[in-house]
């Protein structure tokens, strides 16, 4: 099976282990991995902030980098739910106001394709049991994209109870949003910072050494919250955990 891997801007700048972890985690299982060049932002950045006329050249872009795959898999619940949720509002927005259905034709073609990595382990793939170890107690948060747009349900719990040597505690308030909300975090500065502290003192109250997402993003501020409380709670993504081995540790 061949699929192309969307990284995401977050991870392509900011968490390339994770792009890296999923390579690992992909040809292990048996799957080959390409990394379409052309690739960029999938446009979540501009829509959620209004700017959605800005966004449609990017849908374009996304349908030139990724045309011929069968399977599109990102590391990201949030960017997988723009190209699932929005695209599709995109072309219909653009065809009332007169201007055709050409990105109709585009979210038509790349949504049944665009899989967040769990969902394609488990319901592409089938499997729930990747070969990973990690001995280190978990804790997960569902992120909002994962949890609301995508319903990831159970998918990244089940991976993870499958990991040799990992012990998974339940996070309380867990499906409580940790606050970071791409722009909302600009915006709302304050009520982010707040939503993050109670999620990292819930963390941190787990006695986990780890918390992992299907979103850097969300880690990103979860991880800087958990810092400034003086929390000792690893971040890590879903992807590094499975790719990790007793003989490959990550």
Same mark, same amino acid.
């Given at each position: 099976?061949?699929?192309?891997?969307?990284?995401?801007?977050? =991870?392509?700048?900011?968490?390339?282990?994770?792009?890296?972890?999923?390579?690992?985690?992909?040809?292990?299982?048996?799957?080959?991995?390409?990394? &379409?060049?052309?690739?960029?932002?999938?446009?979540?950045?501009?829509?959620?902030?209004?700017?959605?006329?800005?966004?449609?050249?990017?849908?374009? #872009?996304?349908?030139?980098?990724? *045309?011929? $795959? *069968?399977?599109?898999?990102?590391?990201?619940?949030?960017?997988?739910?723009?190209?699932?949720?929005?695209? &599709?509002? @995109?072309?219909?927005?653009?065809?009332?106001?007169?201007?055709?259905?050409?990105?109709?034709?585009?979210?038509?073609?790349?949504?049944?394709?665009?899989?967040?990595?769990?969902?394609?382990?488990?319901?592409?793939?089938?499997?729930?049991?990747?070969?990973?170890? $990690?001995?280190?107690?978990?804790?997960?948060?569902?992120?909002?994209?994962?949890?609301?747009?995508?319903?990831?349900?159970?998918? &990244?719990?089940?991976?993870?109870?499958?990991?040799?040597?990992?012990?998974?505690?339940?996070?309380?308030?867990?499906?409580?949003?940790?606050?970071?909300?791409?722009?909302?975090?600009?915006? =709302?500065?304050?009520?982010?910072?707040?939503?993050?502290? *109670?999620?990292? #003192? =819930?963390?941190?109250?787990?006695?986990?050494?780890?918390?992992?997402?299907?979103?850097?993003?969300?880690?990103?501020?979860?991880?800087?919250?958990?810092? #400034?409380?003086?929390?000792?709670?690893?971040?890590?993504?879903?992807?590094? @955990?499975?790719?990790?081995?007793?003989?490959?540790?990550?």
């Amino acid at each position: 099976m061949r699929v192309a891997l969307f990284v995401t801007c977050v =991870n392509d700048t900011l968490y390339p282990r994770t792009g890296r972890a999923v390579v690992t985690l992909l040809e292990r299982l048996g799957v080959t991995v390409d990394f &379409p060049l052309e690739q960029s932002c999938c446009g979540q950045p501009q829509f959620n902030t209004g700017y959605r006329h800005e966004t449609e050249p990017l849908v374009h #872009r996304f349908q030139r980098a990724f *045309d011929g $795959y *069968d399977h599109i898999v990102t590391p990201s619940g949030s960017c997988a739910a723009m190209v699932r949720d929005n695209y &599709p509002r @995109i072309g219909a927005k653009a065809a009332a106001e007169g201007r055709g259905d050409t990105l109709t034709r585009i979210a038509e073609s790349v949504v049944p394709r665009a899989y967040e990595l769990t969902e394609f382990l488990v319901d592409v793939l089938g499997v729930t049991d990747v070969g990973a170890y $990690y001995p280190h107690t978990v804790t997960y948060h569902p992120t909002c994209h994962g949890l609301r747009m995508l319903g990831l349900g159970d998918r &990244p719990r089940r991976l993870l109870g499958a990991v040799g040597g990992l012990e998974l505690v339940d996070l309380p308030g867990a499906e409580e949003c940790c606050g970071f909300g791409g722009t909302f975090a600009v915006k =709302n500065e304050a009520v982010s910072a707040a939503m993050g502290a *109670d999620k990292a #003192r =819930n963390i941190t109250a787990t006695g986990a050494s780890a918390v992992c997402t299907v979103d850097n993003s969300c880690q990103m501020h979860i991880g800087g919250t958990l810092a #400034r409380l003086g929390s000792t709670v690893r971040p890590v993504h879903i992807a590094e @955990i499975l790719a990790s081995t007793k003989e490959a540790p990550l």
